[in-house]
C-alpha cells in the first residue's frame, strides 16, 4: 500500500516563499493538492511529462518538479498570500490514491 509523506510547513508572512517535500512508497507521486479552510481539497500543481501543470490560483507562483523515481515531489512557492493559507497534500495525477498522507500545515499571515 502506497505511503506518502509530506513536509516543509510552516508559518510565513505574505511575499515569503516556502519549498514542500513527499516523500512515497510503494507507489508513485505527481501532484500537490491543497485544502484551504472552508473548501474541498483541490489540485494545486502535477509534473506532466517534462512540464509542469498549475491551478489558476497559483499559476506564477508556484512550482512542482520531481525526481527520475517519481517517488519525491516539491512545491516551491513563492509570493505566498493569506488564500494560499491550508493543509497541502501529495498524490499521484490525474488519478489519485485512495491513500492521503497527513499533510503539511502552511499558514501565511501577518
Known amino acids: 500500500q502506497v505511503q506518502l509523506v509530506e513536509s516543509g510547513g510552516g508559518v510565513v508572512q505574505p511575499g515569503e516563499s516556502l519549498t514542500l517535500s513527499c516523500e512515497a512508497s510503494?507507489?508513485?507521486?505527481m501532484a500537490w493538492y491543497r485544502r484551504t479552510p472552508g473548501k474541498e481539497r483541490e489540485f494545486v500543481a502535477a509534473?506532466?511529462?517534462?512540464?509542469?501543470m498549475t491551478a489558476e490560483s497559483v499559476r506564477g507562483r508556484f512550482s512542482v518538479s520531481g525526481n527520475d523515481a517519481k517517488n519525491m515531489i516539491y512545491l516551491q512557492m513563492r509570493d505566498l498570500k493569506p488564500e494560499d493559507t491550508g493543509v497541502y497534500y501529495c498524490?499521484?495525477?490525474?488519478?489519485?490514491?485512495?491513500?492521503w498522507g497527513q499533510g503539511t500545515q502552511v499558514t501565511v499571515s501577518s
Open positions: 498524490n499521484n495525477w490525474p488519478r489519485q490514491y485512495d491513500t
Open positions: 510503494g507507489g508513485i507521486v
Open positions: 509534473i506532466t511529462g517534462l512540464s509542469m
